[in-house]
Structures are given as C-alpha cells and as structure tokens.
C-alpha cells in the first residue's frame, strides 16, 4: 500500500481526490496556507499541487483536519450510536472518544459491546473507554458492577481503547483496593486513564495522578486548570449541554495551549441538531476572541496527541484524510466531510445511511420490574416534620428543606402544599426497592411522570402526588422498556415515549425524538412543572448520589455530604 | 506499587528522596516553580510540601528532567555504551535515541544486541534503533547486509524501538522494493522510523513522508524546517563534533517549538569529555538568546512526545525521576543527576562502575583481511593523466581534480608531488578487494596511515606513498583487530592505536583513548597532514558514497553524482 501512497505523492501518478486551490489549516506551524490536498485511499498523501482522478474545487474554502471529541457519552444525545453519528459527522467530528458510561450501568460491557459494533456502520471514528465506575457508588442498585476483576478481564480487549473517567476520585486518593486493581491493569494493558477530579488540589491532585490519570474536563479556573497542566494532565475545553466550561480557554498560553483539548461530554439530540457539535464550540471560542488555528489545534492535534492517535489530527503527507471543509473559520459551516478519504457529509447533511442500526437484544428490554401497585408509594412519616429536597432551576446541586406535612392512613398529603412524591423504583435486578422522599417546589400536580433516565444506576426516577398514577407511570415504563412517561389522573391518559435501547436512548431518528419529546415536556409543564426547570432532564440528576446535598436511590434518602443515608423524619 | 506512590503523593508515608525547596522547570506551563519534589522508588510523586527519608536542600539549585537525546550513534565517541554512558549521564543525559548504524554495518544485528546489552549496565536509557541502511550502498562490501526480510524479523523484536534514519531517500521516493518492505515492517510493528532527508522538498518530501518517516535531523535553512514541520516531522537542532545546527533553535515560534528536539548525532569522545553533551547544546542555545525553559523543553519533553516516550521528559507526579540537578539556566552545570529515582552522578563525576563492560566475541576481531603485500598497492594508469580526490578541511564533500602523473613498472610515481595513494582495503568478507584512489593535498609523506572506520561499511581506509609501509599498515590493523595505524618507513617504526570493538570503538576509557588518540594524530602530523585536516577523522568520509561527489570504495573509484563507479585514467 505504501508504493501507492509514495507513488502519487512524488506525482507520478493520479491522486484519488484532490481538494484544489485549497486554504488550510496547518496546525504544526499555527498557520493558514494554500495548496491542492491529495488523497488517496483513506490517507493525505501530499499538499502541494497535484491532479486527482476527482478534483473538488475548494478556492473559496477552507480545509481542516476533522475534530476529535475527547470526551462523551453518547447516551447522553439520547440517540443510538448511528444516530448520534449522522447529527456529529456532518458537522465536522470525526473521531470520538467514547465512554459508555451510562448504558454500562445498565447493561454491563455488552453496552460497550453495543456501542462498539454500531458505531461501525458509520463514518465516525469510536475510541471506546471501559466504564471506570460501574456503579458509580456502592449504595444502589445498578444494573451491572464492574469490579476490579471485571476491569482487569475487560480491559485488555481490543475494542476497549482505554478507561473511562475516574470519577471515584477519593477512591483513588484513598487506595482503595478495587480501585487500585482496575488502575493497575489499564496501566498493564497499556491504555490511557481519562480523569473527572472537580476541585482536587495540591497533594491530593499528586496522588490522583498517581493512579496514572492523565486528563480533566470538569475544572473551571485559571488556578485548577495551571495546577492541572503543571502536574501533566491535558485539560478539556467543555462545551455540553448543561456544563460547560469553553471560558477554559482563555487561560491557553503560548507556552501551555498544547495541552488544551476540546470535548462536549454531555450533549443532548436537540443541541447537535439546532446548534452542533465541536464546530459549535469552534464558533463560540473564535466569538469570543481566541485565535481560529489555536482552536482548530485543540479540536484536532492536541486531542491527537493526548490520546496517542497516530497520524491523525493534521493535515500532513500519511496522516488519515478526515477532513473538514468551511466556509470560513468563524462559522466554522462545513460544506464536505470526509472521513477515510471519503466525501460522508456535505452541506450539513449525511450522505451515510443511518437507517440500518444495529440492536440487539441485550439493551433491550430492560425495565425489570414486578407489577407496581398504588399502595407500593405510600410514604409514611413518624411525625409532621420531614426533609425534603429542593432544586435550583438550571443545576444538579439539590438543597434538603424541613417542611410540615400532614399524613392519613400511613400516606402523606400532598393537597394543598407545593409538595411531591420523589420516588426511585429499582428497574434491573427485581429487588420491589422504591426509595422515597419529598420534592418541594417543582409545580407539577395531578398525576405523575418518570423517566429511565436517572443518573448513573438509571433506575426509575418518579414523582407525583398520586400513587395510583404513579402505579401506573412505573407500569407503562415497563411497558415501553424504559422511556418518559406523563400520567394525567384527571383525564384518565397516560402519555409515553420510549427510550427502547437500556431505557436511556432511542433507536428512532433525532426528529421523530424531538417532535414526541417536546410533546412530553410540554405536556408537563401544561401540569404545573415549573418553566425554568427542564421538565424531564432535570429529575435524571436528583439520583446521583456524587453530587451534593441531599439525593435519592432506590435504598432511600441520601446525605452525600455525609456519603451516608439519612433519615426522612426531621 | 500504585498504592505506594499514591500514599506518599497524598503525605501518609514518607517519600524515598526529596529534592528540598527546589527551584524546578515546568516544561508544560513553560514556568520556573518552587517546591519539594517527592521521588520514590524510580518515579515522581509529587511536588509540593513533602517529607523524605533521604532529603537533598535544592534551595540555591534548579531540577530539570532528564536529558531526551533525540538521535545519536553511540559508535561515534569511539567508546564502548558503557564508557559513553559515564561521560553523557553525569552531564544530564539519561535517555537517548541510539541507532547503532556502524557497528551493525559491521557486524550485523550482533552489533545491535551488543549495544543493547552493554547499556543495560548503565544507568541510561538506550531506546535502540534497527539501522535501516546496512549496507549504505549496494556498491560496497560491507559487513553485513540487512534486507527487507531481515528488518522485518527484526524489527518485531522486543529490544528493537524503531527503525533508524532512513538515508536511503532516493529508495523511499522511488518505490524500491526492498525499501518498501522495510517501512512496512515497522509499521506493521508499530515502530517508530527516523528520518533523514537533506534538502528534499515538496513533492519529493511528500513523498518521502508517505513512508511513514517522522523525524528529520538534517535541514538547516529556515525554509526548510518550515516545510518539513508544517507536514508533520520533529526537526532535530543537532549538536554533533562536526555537524551541528544549533542555529535551527532560532526558527522556533509560539506555535512550532513543540516540533523541535535535541540530538548529538555524532559526538567524539574529546567533546564529550572536554565540552560535553546536550548541556553543552542547552548552554550555546540559551548563550545565542534562546528562553532556557523552551530550550530544555525541547531537550526533554518534547522528544519524549515525539518517540512517545509516556511518563518521561517533565517533572510531575507519576513522572519517570530522571532528573538534572544544574547550578543555573546558563551553565547548566549539573550538580546532581538522578536516573530513575538514584542518584547516578555528582559534579560531573559517576556513581556508577563503568569497570565492567560487556564485551562479547561477536563484535571483536572483525579485521578479516588475508595478508597483505606492497603489491598489492600497485596503481597502475594507462596514461599520465588521472583523476585525484580532493578535500576540503573541515567538510565532507570532496572534489575531484584532473592531475599529470608519471608511471614506473606499472605503477604511479608520487616523488615530488603533492600526491598520495587512497585506497580503501576490504576487511569485511575476505574477498581481497583494495580500490585504489590519487588523493591530492593532504600533505602527508613518508609512510602510510590508515584507520578502520570508514563511513558506512566500515573497511579499512589506508593512504600512503610506499608500498610496503601501506601493507604493514593494513597487516597492523587486522593484527590488532582494527584502529588506528601510522606507519613511519624512514624510523621503520609502526604505531597504532586499538579500536577492539567492531574496529569502532575502543573497550578502553575515554581518558587512555584521548591521551594515545592525540599522541597518533601529533604523528600523522609530524609527518605531514596538514593541520587544517583531522588526520584520521577526515578519512573516514572519504568513502561515504552517498556524499558528493568522488568516493572510494573497496570496489573502486565511485562519482556520487553519477551515482556509478568512474575511471581513474582521465
């Protein structure tokens, strides 16, 4: 194969593709310059002037190597892998690094497994981590466990490119045994440890990276992101959904902006169809004064050479032709995309069929669930005075408020107070385990709604101020094999969409998910949920027991303050 | 072990060194930073406030990671890895890039074990290179022969790093076979391949990179650097004796200093000893204006990028504790070094034995030569007219000049003139070959002179204006098992000097070497050379024949423009 790459290179042959008279990116000497880029097979072979058996005239474009994510989870889109890729490619992302994180939860590494095999019917490169943090604490109930032992057996395959972000960050600082043997055989095994450690410092900071954890997308500050770099970590500019962090960018020096990379983590369907993908950030940081090549490099080398990937990121002689094609570098609009050398996207569009998706039966159906009965949501208090969590519109932090609430018949009363019922129903190993709690503030009455979509167990999450709508919302999700769910008690509907793969994500297009999720959403905010919260999104974090203050699990009322269950009764 | 780096990282337990209230370059931030560095066992753990049980006060000092030389023939000091170690190591040095071309042009890959296996008696890191030109050209006898097929069963092997400077571009960009073989056997292994592409431009170099070549350390102009990094090489500033391009530091910019490295390429053991190694380099760069802090980027971290060299090249937890500890960021005179977490080296001296040196049979007596007689040196011409070799001094290029000279009983007449015999006696394979070349200027009279090395096969390189001391000469050497031989006829005395190992190096130390090295070179001088030459060292060029423009080979008189053997009757 190397003659024939040689072979056009010198001229002497016909390249297969040829973008002329191109404007390009050089990402090696930060510069722009002007060439004919040549192709053959899935490999840049040459810039400079050449003839192609295909030539694209691209006098008035400008030519990128295509951007590397170098953090996300594609669950988070809501979309199967196929999906996912038909809203990023096309917007010029060609290669991700992957961490499947939340279907592992449920399904266990036939999620990777999954991820992995229908991430290969599309023109997008999937660097897949191994869940580091299955489940993500030891207090609930998750659908898998990936132990030390599990690590050490999974991480040597060939489809696994690394391990997934330590989150369990005081694990590592406090060696704990399990920890230390799922470090231990990435670091045999050779792949690199991606790392999630907010606001760890000074030697707390040396020993997490002593686990041999070599990045962070979660800081914030000029200081947390200089103690970082200093101390060897690449750092993530975030641009996700609901956390972001592209004010990263502007602490880049001359000296330091090779460590900088870009990545969006968390980014819902609707974000990637109406706003984008990296080239979204792109947009956003050259708005906000950075210089365009500085930011195409950390979209594109920078995140190669953290992660080791060889011949890609630039636009060079042997590096792999994924490239992107704009108009300029403020709209960062990509007319062609081409991944392997072949043209994939063009004018924000997918040229790759996305309808065949692979879905097999092990992230199917998995809502398991004995049938729910209306009495099974009776919460009963010792007294009058209960905790009861609260939520600030737009973040995951909760609050715990002591209220009064009257009880009758072993239940509580919910009339007349700006209470709900919080429930977590166990969704994956049979276990009947509803925890509950009191959620003040969040304006939905009459019925009930639940998602399977409940950070990072993803059991049900399910709140309402009537236990038979409730019975029923938990039924229907079971159903539908996981999904959302709105159950209006005085008309007698209950309303549903199905999230079919793990509960999490569906295996219809972007637009038919959009269309019915916005239906949903509006649905209950027509039921009082209050407009500056996101009506299904923000319940999905009210279980993640990492995030302070007060949270629930389908083992109960949790402190995470004190990493401790805690006691309803005030 | 994670366990234990991360306790002492965190300040449980006490760390086994501290570099106390350090001064330390942060090659990642591009800062000067205070702090206790905390090293145990081979690794950093951190830096910060730490404890130690061994504490070193580094308050007046600056810590540097170790020394990344990017690309050196060890062969080149005349010393044995073992010798060289202990001149390199006490100056910073504590990884190199070795690529054992000569001694393999020698003795084949037993010249590669050998390096291998001698350095793994000193605190130094040989990353070892697979010569990919053995022999340099197909026109000569050389020592060996490593073809496509070779590499590929060699280049699999876990001593083997990567494939070594690939010399032979004109093979690469022409698509010869056996070129193409090699390449791909490196890729297939994932092995790194060295460049080496003097003045190759454009579509040539495009083509040339299609080898999947990474690294050039040849190019001088700033145009040329320019290029080479833009399509993705690490550019080398070399420090050799003799070639030497410090000046292409001055080509560095915010954006494309992470793309420059340091190398020595070839440095003689009186450099080493006398003016050092890469701190000699860091001490000229930063004497002609560069930052130090860039410049000992390029000395480490960045050629730790370039050979993926992970956890090496910086000083940060989890960090390999190679470590220079320099008195300033001018002189860069290294007080202490210390090779993965001990210490190895003090004010310049060793800590370590270099007495015992590996010295297998395999790289010994390599003079193979039948016995030589004065006849042998007969050079006989059909007419008066010749073509003679010239040399500039200092240079490597040498000329060719149409002489007048006279003949008697078939051979040439060299009293009264300005001209001796230059002839090139085979010593690899016993095939009797002795090419015989007029050699104009030298100025030596009165004997012969000769030497083993002989760049790239490594035959013996032998001039003189009579014959029987020319064949006492050859004899001396393949008695001794190569060297360096003057023989005086007037005196009827023969001195010589052993370069036992590969007829290369010397297996003594660099003190004996150099005072009986200087002793033979006043000789040669004595009796004649000019003083502007290197009386042995300028010979050993004198048969590179992929250096312009008339060579001599052990085949005969060789016009490197013409790429093919020429006449020596004009």
Known sequence: ????????????????????????????????????????????????????????????????????????HIESSQLSPEEFASLIVPRGTTTII??????????????????????????????LQLPSCVPATPF????????????????????????GE???YPGVINCDPDVIKKLESAHTAGKVIDGHAPAVYGNDLNAYLCGGITTDHECVTGDEIEEK??????????????????????????????????CTDDRHAFDLKDKGHLDDALRKLVASGIDPVRAVTCATLNCAECYNLKWRGAIAPFYLADLVVVEDLRAFNAKYVFKNGKLVAKDGKP??????????????????????????????????????????????VTGCEIVEVESKNGDVVLENTDLLKLTVVERHKLTGNIGKALFKGYGFKGGAMGITIAHDSHNIILLGDDNESMAKAANRLKEIGGGMVVVDKAKGEVHSLTLDIAG??????????????KALIELAHSMGVKREYEAFMSLAFLSLAVIPKLKILDTGLFDVEKFAFTDINA
């Not at 975030?238 to 900088?260: V, Y």
């Not at 999490?504 to 999720?517: E, H, I, N, T, V």
């Open 1 to 72: 194969m190397l003659e024939k790459y040689i072979a056009v290179a010198k001229g002497d042959k016909k390249a297969d593709l040829v973008l002329k008279n191109a404007t390009y990116v050089d990402v090696f000497c930060g510069k722009i310059r002007k060439g004919d880029i040549a192709v053959v097979g899935e490999k840049i072979v040459g810039v400079g002037k050449y003839e192609g058996k295909e030539e694209i005239d691209c006098s008035k474009l400008t030519v990128l190597p295509g951007y590397i994510d170098g953090h996300v």
């Open 166 to 168: 330590f989150m369990n």
């Open 229 to 262: 770099i200093s101390k060897g970590m690449y750092v993530h500019i975030r641009h996700g959904s609901s956390t972001q962090n592209l004010g990263n960018a502007k602490h880049m020096t001359d000296a330091n902006f090779r460590r900088f990379i870009l």
């Open 98 to 127: 992957a961490d499947p994180h939340e279907i592992t939860n449920v399904c266990g590494t036939a999620g990777c497994e999954y991820i992995s095999k229908a991430s290969q019917n599309v023109p997008l490169d999937v660097k």
């Open 504 to 517: 999490l994500m569906s295996s219809r297009d972007a637009d038919g998910l959009q269309r019915d999720s």
């Open 140 to 163: 609930e109930t998750s659908g898998a466990i990936l132990n030390g032992k599990d690590t050490a057996k999974n991480i040597i395959k060939d489809y696994i490119f690394g391990l």
């Open 351 to 396: 040229l790759f069929d996305t309808s065949k998706r692979y879905l097999p039966k092990s992230v199917l159906n998995t809502v398991h669930l004995k049938d729910v009965k209306p009495d099974d949501f009776k919460l009963t208090l010792k007294g009058t005075k209960a905790k009861a969590m609260t939520i600030e519109p737009g973040g995951v």
